[in-house]
């Protein structure tokens, strides 16, 4: 079993920021890719920041240089740091994770619950 928790998330003016994280629990034997999604009510799921074991990185055309994606290995906890937010931006944000439950089993991936954001003009 596997959890990921996810905070930061709340309401903001136009030009503002906000900070999102997520943490993984529960069977963890490593974590391949962590990122985070992101929906409007009637539109489908789409990709804001995805982040490899490694560190490498690729962001929606959205977001470029708007957003910043990181994670903390140790902690088992990626983070979205997002400036000059938009109207635009406003949605609900899903954090993903690809876990490998031990060494002997295959990667599967997990979603949290969503947490709102929404950008105010």
């Known amino acids: 079993q596997v959890q990921l928790v996810e905070s930061g998330g709340g309401l903001v003016q136009a030009g503002g920021s906000l900070r999102l994280s997520c943490a993984a629990s529960g069977s963890i034997f490593s974590i391949n890719v962590m990122g985070w999604y992101r929906q409007d009510p009637g539109k489908q799921r789409d990709v804001v920041a995805l982040i490899t074991s490694g560190g490498s990185t690729q962001y929606g055309d959205s977001v470029k240089g708007r957003f910043t994606i990181s994670r903390d290995n140790a902690k088992k906890t990626v983070f979205l740091q997002m400036n000059s937010l938009k109207a635009e931006d406003t949605a609900v944000y899903s954090c993903?994770?690809?876990?490998?439950?031990?060494?002997?089993?295959?990667?599967?991936?997990?979603w949290g619950q969503g947490t709102q954001v929404t950008v105010s003009s």
């Open positions: 993903y994770a690809d876990v490998r439950s031990n060494r002997l089993g295959q990667y599967n991936v997990y």
